[in-house]
């Protein structure tokens, strides 16, 4: 990949419109989703990017199933969760931008070696309004 090992570059994989759990009631399709997501993640690592933003519609729904939620939180789990260190800093003001008050990878009790941002779309807006 052009530009690796670069300490000035930032390196950002951008994903949209994931869908997570859209067809999970279809019995030959209900794994498409998670396998495109779990593509991102895999190409994320193997580029060796600094970061995921994935800029909205993870999930199909704003209250998706437990079964696409455990999905969703495995390939994560796989992709994110290792000990290789986060090469950026957060600059903004992460109390007035985080809900737990600092980035996560931060947090010395949690590995995070690739760190996830997202915007929310209209199929998982958190207050509830899409579809």
Same mark, same amino acid.
């Given at each position: 990949m052009s530009g690796a090992g670069d300490p000035n570059l930032l390196r950002i994989l951008v994903s949209t419109d994931n869908h997570l759990g859209v067809w999970e009631k279809d019995e030959v399709r209900r794994e498409d989703s998670f396998e495109a997501f779990e593509e991102v993640l895999r190409t994320a690592n193997n580029l060796g990017v600094d970061c995921v933003l994935l800029g909205g519609d993870l999930f199909h729904d704003n209250k998706p199933s437990r079964a696409t939620l455990v999905k969703a939180i495995n390939s994560v789990s796989r992709h994110c969760l290792n000990d290789k260190p986060v *090469?950026? #800093? =957060?600059? !903004?003001? #992460?109390?007035? +931008?985080? $809900? !737990? /008050? #600092? $980035? &996560?990878?931060?947090? %010395? &009790? @949690? +590995? @995070? *070696?690739? %760190? @996830?941002?997202? =915007?929310? *779309? +209209?199929?998982?807006? %958190? !207050? /509830? $309004? *899409?579809?």
């Open positions: *090469g950026f #800093q =957060i600059l !903004s003001d #992460q109390a007035a +931008n985080f $809900v !737990s /008050g #600092q $980035v &996560n990878f931060l947090d %010395p &009790n @949690i +590995n @995070i *070696g690739l %760190p @996830i941002f997202t =915007i929310h *779309g +209209n199929h998982d807006d %958190p !207050s /509830g $309004v *899409g579809t």
